[in-house]
């Protein structure tokens, strides 16, 4: 019966904790461990809006723009993580949306972050091309190769 108690406090516990930054905290201190044991590549997939009209050197500028935000969360969220994608060369894939508007990275958003996956969104500040408030761009990770994929995997590299 004791038994019964701990294992049902346990997974009341780990039922509070999904979703939150602890958990995620957690996971990806997992992960981190589990990939530098079987060498898997830590990447980072910018996840690009085509619906926007956007220039070449405008995409260039929002990717750059997720992949310094991804970054800095990274820094926060999972340092160990980040130190392996330093140290592995900072892979990064920039890929097509296949949803038009904000919904459809937003989609990416919370399948990421419901696999405890790093997230960063770029909002444009509308100097130039897009008004302002626009979301353009999300960056998914940097984390394991292997759940980047379970969420970006079906997309075409730009």
């Known amino acids: 019966m004791i038994d019964t108690l701990v294992v049902g406090a346990g997974g009341l ?4 904790m999904v979703g939150s930054p602890t958990s995620r905290r957690i996971l990806q201190a997992l992960w981190y461990r589990k990939s530098v044991l079987a ?21 260039a500028a929002q990717s750059a723009h997720a992949a310094v ?3 800095c969360s990274a820094e926060k ?12 060369g900072q892979q990064k894939v920039v890929v097509r949306s296949d949803m038009p508007g904000e919904r459809g990275l937003m989609d990416f ?10 997230t960063s969104s770029v909002v444009d500040a509308g100097h130039t091309q897009v008004k302002r408030g626009t979301l353009t761009a999300v960056g998914i990770g940097p984390g394991p190769e292997s759940r980047i994929n379970e969420v970006t995997a079906r997309l075409r590299v730009y």
């Open 13 to 16: 516990l780990a039922g509070l």
């Open 39 to 59: 060498n898997e590549k830590i990447k980072l997939v910018i996840v690009v809006r085509t619906d926007l009209g956007m220039s070449a050197g405008k995409i």
């Open 69 to 71: 935000m991804a970054y």
């Open 77 to 88: 969220q999972a340092p160990d993580l980040l130190k392996l994608w330093l140290n592995s």
């Open 109 to 118: 958003v919370k399948k990421a972050n419901s696999k405890g996956i790093i």
